[in-house]
């Protein structure tokens, strides 16, 4: 070993052989890379995907010390730029991380049950929630669809544009609930709105919507109003765990990704005193193949106090309180396309992000975007949509036939 | 307390008040009780479903020391006699015990936990499914359908007699997997062999097919020669651990409930050695909405070292080698379906099974079906089918909508 150690430092700079060493715990992807020099070389053999240009030494450092929060910082900071198409550049380092971290399995889920522990209160959540979702309803409006719809988009068929994939996942929804006029909903984290405006309007059912975050709660209900729902809509500002009111359907749509593990119980037994012994719930959340504790650096600057779960750790809400899984559908290719429209749309107001915050702030949601696209497009992260009831529910159909409109 | 237990014995038989604490632990089922000295009353209020017959009052006794061996004893026995619809007198019960169970969770999971810890090896598991499935395959065909598919049929619509639901079963696997002509499919616990025979002649792909069971596999090479499939299935009389053929498919459609929780990791690490990068698997088995050990006289009567899954213990196959699930379907409705189907040919030929075994054994495979028919009936037990794939698979399709054929 320290022959060959030698051998390389020899043959190369010393630099280069720390990013050689950095790419091959990254699973030596198929980049290029630039050093502050003018250094240029490559690692893996082929054409490389995008060129990674490092600005100071430094960065090496810092790769070092935490691979995930150090890229995250010196990309954000421009001391990392990528010369070439970002989203595959992401789509390359994290199928590389991805596969070498493959055999991997105790190690991860221990990992995730130690992060499980630390439980998200009523005030912490509030805080994180704010973190994220009240930097202004102007910054979403940029680059999310119309309606605002901040989650996973069904794309039915490949032609679907953004706007008409959200409305098209929505459906999906309300078809998978099987929603009947009259009946009440309650929503736990609705995001601006649209959900439960869209089941109001289009299935005539009675929603009850809860959300932490006093800007989307604040624009949801002034879309409401303006949309002649007020009566069927009540927006609720405050944690899921607080609702109350017994109901048909209940249905949660990205939120369980800020639930934290520590609180699955908590949610299941909600549900379980929520629901009607003839109801049908739907969650809908990011998950993963397999128990990992959240990426370091996501934590740190985007989902402070999130986690995604796997199948089984999603297990907890569902068992305790003897909760049939009806149907569950892994929509992970959809949010891969889903991310990258925004990515897109992103892309083009960039400028007018920079004007609002600043640069970082800028080129860390632009990561933010393309690394979730990266996720979905690997397989480092899925989305589980759940349907479920209470164990003896005997009035639901047959076959999921209702879910694919124009069959038999 | 004391006072009014006294008061009871006053005013019942101590007979009487016997049964009514051994129904108050059976969720006090609307059913009505005749013992064996011809006293007859009933426990809860309105029309009762059928009326257990006691015929003596070492019944009790048995009851009381084991609920579900005494009453699978007794039954089997003659000793209990149900006058009344049979399987609408399980559903009740088995509704009432469930109901009874609804609250605890972590006792069944641990004793779920402590019964997994026995380990099926090879030898066990050929004694196992020796005594169940090599019964003499004229036995089962005295009740199944003509095809021998003695697993859950799909009921697309009500209409469908048994006979088209298990080839709608078949088929709905089938596009479950997306065959494809010239595929490799290994199946893992193929019965009498009706699924990898049409897999073969309908989707044209080239099937491995694993039995322990003698009977059904000379059955199994029977039909197929019958049928010029010879070269296209083939079947090993051997364990699914012995598997060792790559595939572009695996299949295994009710043979889970025989591997116990001990072995999922092997099966997981099994599929992992087997299925190529672009593959895709499917595993049908019973399971529950949450742990719980198996109903210990099925287990001593029917299926020696079986074990009925929850989902989160499922996860043990696939999240250690990060398999993607893609889809889950619970089949739960048309398992009692089925069961009842079973118990309607099985009620028709019952002479016949006396004959060639005796009153005892006919006695206790009626009430396996029944209970198995009420069990499905009230949710003690689902049907998962569970569609998977390796983590990084993006050559799939991107809705479930090819398995509804019509739509779109």
């Known amino acids: ?7 390389e430092l020899e043959a190369r700079s010393f630099d280069q052989t720390l990013v050689r060493w950095i790419l091959r715990f990254a699973g030596n992807p198929n980049i290029s890379v630039r050093l ?20 100071d030494r430094g960065v090496l450092f810092e790769l070092m010390r935490s691979p995930s929060i150090g890229f995250g910082e010196c990309y954000s900071q421009g001391r990392i730029e990528i010369d070439g198409n970002f989203r595959a550049f992401m789509v390359e380092l994290t199928a590389g991380v991805t596969k070498r971290r493959r055999r991997s399995h105790y190690g991860p ?7 499980a522990a630390r439980v998200n209160s009523l005030a912490l959540s509030r805080h994180n929630v704010h973190h994220h979702y009240d930097l202004g309803n102007d910054f979403y409006k940029l680059w999310l669809d119309d309606r605002m719809v901040y989650t996973c988009a069904y794309f039915e068929d490949s032609e679907k ?55 989307q709660v604040r624009y949801a209900r002034e879309r409401a109003a303006a949309a002649g729902l007020e009566r069927q809509v009540t927006f609720v500002e405050d944690d899921y765990r607080t609702i109350s009111e017994r109901c048909d359907v209940f249905v949660s749509v ?7 593990l520590a609180n699955y119980r908590t949610l299941g037994a909600l549900i379980d005193r929520c629901l009607a012994p003839d109801g049908i719930g739907l969650i809908h959340s990011i998950g993963r193949s397999h128990p990992a504790p959240p990426d370091k650096w996501i934590l740190k600057r985007i989902f402070p106090g999130g986690h995604v779960p796997s199948l089984g750790e999603m297990a907890a809400i ?31 107001v960039a400028d007018r992000v920079v004007d609002m915050y600043d640069e970082t702030f800028a ?18 992260m899925q989305l589980y949509q759940v349907v479920f009831a209470p164990q003896d529910n005997n009035s639901l159909p047959m076959t999921r036939a209702h879910q694919y409109p124009g069959s038999h």
Chains 1, 2 share one sequence.
């Open 363 to 380: 080129r860390m949601w632009r990561l933010y975007l393309a690394g979730s696209s990266a996720a979905f497009e690997t397989g480092t």
């Open 318 to 348: 569902f068992e305790p309180y003897q909760f049939t899984v009806l149907d569950i559908e892994n929509l992970r290719p959809h949010y891969a396309k889903t991310c990258a429209a925004w990515l897109e749309n992103y892309d083009r």
């Open 1 to 7: 070993m320290r022959v060959g150690i030698r051998r």
């Open 254 to 260: 990205g939120m369980l990704e800020h639930v934290g």
């Open 109 to 115: 889920k221990l990992r995730s049950l130690i992060h």
């Open 36 to 55: 502050w020099n003018g250094d240029e070389f490559q690692i893996a053999d082929g054409n490389p995907v995008a060129c990674m240009e490092i600005h």
């Open 161 to 215: 544009t953004l706007e008409e994939a959200q409305v098209s996942k929505l459906d999906h929804v309300c078809r998978k609930l099987q929603l009947q006029p009259g009946q009440k909903v309650v929503e736990a984290g609705c995001g601006w709105g649209a959900l439960a405006m869209h089941m109001a309007e289009h299935y005539g059912v009675d929603v009850i919507a809860y959300n932490n975050s006093h800007e």
